[in-house]
């Protein structure tokens, strides 16, 4: 650190440079190499990790940055006003009176979803709306179509595919109905939902396509195929997926999945700081969509596993609290304090 050709010579980089780059107009302006000055220390330029400089366009990667299907849902104001005039309607019913279920002193009122366990029904909701909303505020080019996620060129069924089929997008609808059959019939979690889309927004990311109407169907599918594998244990195999869509070959799902893997280079990681991320704005989604998860009273019986569930957290990090306290106290009694009586004259 005390040479002067091993310290910083410029300032911080910014957001898109290249480490490659930095390197080079660094040894320009050096007249003396490492090895003449005697340091072999890694220069910080080169330590700096580059996807930290662009994380805020791989938001399936890094848990600070914002989720792609939630800045869509947020620029569509046509659709923010519709939604706006649904809560209205949510508070107040024919009658006037108030829809919305609030806890009181004597009732408590939660939902069974949480980020461990989410509730399958109105994951794979959300998760349909966030499809939604990639495929209607697509840039306006449309992006690159590759071949293998084609509906024409790799057919899903043997009904004929419309000369205009790309372009109508889907209603929300037609979307959950596609993702629940598959998550019925191969009896997936809603964990894997969640996956699901955090592949997806992978995928469009990395290989810099939009989601269509004539492609959504085939990416989806290759999302489930992948995130069933990844997140089972038992995953269901590609020729499972034959049975619950006929006229698909196996060889055909065999190319999805290896094309889907190529484009991830291969990345399948799901963090859990990322899982967490994309289970609380799928929340924030449903939420400002009237798509609020259903709450119930809490009974006794839930109160009572909550109550174990707490009581075995506490349990566990008990001996870690006590250590933590053992070390903030150590002091404590070298300047112990001394209670010295009173003396009243």
């Known amino acids: 650190m005390g040479s002067t050709t091993s310290c910083c010579v410029s300032g911080s980089p910014k957001l898109r440079r290249n480490a490659h780059s930095r390197l080079e107009s660094y040894h ?8 003449e000055t005697g340091c072999n220390l890694q220069h910080i ?18 848990p600070r940055a914002s989720t792609i299907f939630l800045s869509k849902s947020q620029n569509d104001e046509v659709a923010y006003r519709t939604v706006r005039e649904k809560r209205k309607s949510l508070f107040i019913n024919n009658h006037g009176t108030l829809r919305r279920k609030y806890s009181s002193c004597s009732t408590i009122f939660l939902d069974d979803n949480t980020v ?3 509730n399958l029904k109105y994951t794979i909701k959300c998760v349909a709306l966030a499809i939604y909303y990639h495929i209607k505020n697509r840039d306006a080019d449309g992006g690159t179509l590759l071949d293998i996620f084609d509906e024409r060129l790799h057919p899903l069924s043997k009904s004929e595919v419309p000369p205009d089929y790309n372009q109508h997008d889907p209603e929300q609808k037609q979307i959950y109905r596609f993702v629940r059959t598959l998550f019925s019939a191969a009896q997936l979690t809603a964990e894997c ?55 698909i070959t196996v060889e055909d799902m065999n190319e999805l999945e290896r094309q889907f893997l190529e484009l991830l280079q291969f990345n399948i990681n799901v963090p859990s700081s990322v899982y967490a991320k994309y289970y609380f704005d799928l929340r924030s989604l449903s939420e400002s969509n009237n798509l609020s998860f259903p709450l119930e009273p809490l009974s006794r019986e839930k109160a009572q596993k909550l109550e174990a569930i707490s009581r075995l957290c506490d349990d566990k990090y008990k001996d870690v609290r006590k250590a933590a306290r053992k070390r903030s106290a150590s002091m404590d009694n070298l300047c112990g304090i001394r209670w010295v009586p009173a003396i009243l004259s």
Do not use: F
Request: net charge negative.
């Open 28 to 35: 320009q302006e050096s007249d003396m190499s490492r090895e």
């Open 45 to 62: 330029s080169d330590r700096e990790n580059v996807d930290e400089l662009n994380m805020e366009y791989n938001p399936s990667d890094h």
């Open 116 to 118: 461990s366990q989410p």
């Open 193 to 247: 939902a969640i996956v699901t889309l955090v592949y997806l927004e992978r995928l469009l990311t990395y290989a810099e396509i939009d989601i269509c109407p004539g492609n959504w169907k085939r990416i989806v599918l290759g999302a489930i195929l992948l995130a069933s594998k990844v997140w089972d244990d038992q995953a269901v195999w590609n020729v499972d997926y034959c049975q619950i869509l006929k006229d």
